[in-house]
């Protein structure tokens, strides 16, 4: 496994030579993506190397629409998260009692726990020390340079078999508060693309390609399910069609891995095709000072901040 990142410019260039060869060769492709398919995908640019560079990040995150870090945080919290959740599926009858727990494998394929109607899972003390990790408070009280806020409410998930999210933009569930809030995506163990991973289109939160659906699409709201109801589509071929060919990102996963979100950057996850659940949770941060979108509301402020 070998990357390698230097700084052409003022651009960040990372060249992931393992995945190319792994993911860009055709022994795994195509992937299932929505409803549809997706014959080529590029390796998410990892910004673990300038971790300790906010500018160059700031940077990164206003041209491509994301930031991805391996390895950010601690993957023993994150397993023991995972452990918690997955004893809770095993309780409840949905999973196979002959498969090792952490496996996460279906007894039915078809059936799965609701996590999103559940928010008392995701304040477990296991799992909220990984989705309210103080790592993350201090990364984003440095990123926004004041005390950052979270929505207390998680975004938690349990994805079964043929199940994914499909095309869009965080602004039209979270735009009525500040600009600068950002979703973080934490994969709840080792996800691989065919399990389900996030997909991202690079560039699509500025670029002039998608200022028409910025500007049509980006301003609706969501309906009454706040779930597909803001979609896009459910097949990236759509957007493709309806605005140029796209170039979508991707990766598999590691238990203690993040990705970052800008709200207006187009993304999507891949279709869960194994018979394993994808465990994963969206997570909401922005500056404490900027106004809140009265739908997020109540927030949580770093409870250390307070002491």
């Known amino acids: 496994y070998e990357i390698s990142a230097c ?3 003022s651009e960040m260039c990372i060249r992931d030579r393992w995945y190319q060869r792994r993911v860009r060769g055709s022994s795994r492709g195509p992937f299932v993506a929505g409803k549809g398919k997706l014959h080529h995908v590029q390796q998410m640019k990892d910004s673990t190397p300038f971790l300790n560079s906010i500018q160059t990040l700031k940077k990164q995150l206003e041209t491509e629409g994301y930031l991805f870090f391996r390895d950010f945080l601690s993957k023993d919290l994150v397993l023991k998260a995972r452990k918690v959740l997955l004893k809770q599926c095993r309780k409840e009858g949905f999973l196979d009692p002959e498969a090792p727990l952490m496996e996460g494998r279906c007894l039915d394929p078809s059936k799965g ?25 201090e990364f984003f009280r440095k990123f926004f340079g004041e005390e950052p806020l979270t929505i207390p409410y998680k975004w938690l998930r349990a994805v079964k078999y043929g199940e994914f999210t499909g095309v869009h933009i965080d602004r039209v569930y979270l735009g009525k508060g500040s600009n600068a809030l950002h979703t973080v ?9 065919e399990q389900g991973s996030l997909a991202v289109c690079p560039k699509s939160n500025r670029s002039s390609q998608f200022e ?3 500007t049509n699409y980006g301003t609706t709201e969501v309906g009454k399910d706040g779930v597909q109801s803001g979609w896009f589509s459910d097949d990236p071929k759509i957007v493709s069609e309806s605005f140029g ?3 979508w990102c991707t990766t598999d996963f590691n238990a203690g ?7 207006d950057v187009l993304h999507m996850s891949m279709t869960n095709t194994t018979n394993m659940y994808r465990l994963s949770c969206d997570t909401r941060w922005q500056p404490g000072s900027h106004p809140i979108d009265p739908r997020l509301l109540p927030i949580r402020m770093n409870p250390m901040a307070t002491r």
């Open 245 to 247: 060919e796209c170039v």
């Open 212 to 214: 028409q659906l910025r």
């Open 7 to 9: 700084l052409v410019g």
């Open 113 to 137: 726990p609701s996590f999103l109607s559940r928010p008392e899972l995701a304040r477990l003390e296991e799992v909220l020390a990984v989705l309210e990790s103080e790592k993350l408070f």
């Open 185 to 193: 995506w934490i994969p709840l163990g080792n996800i691989k693309i």
């Open 257 to 263: 891995d993040i990705c970052i979100l800008d709200m």
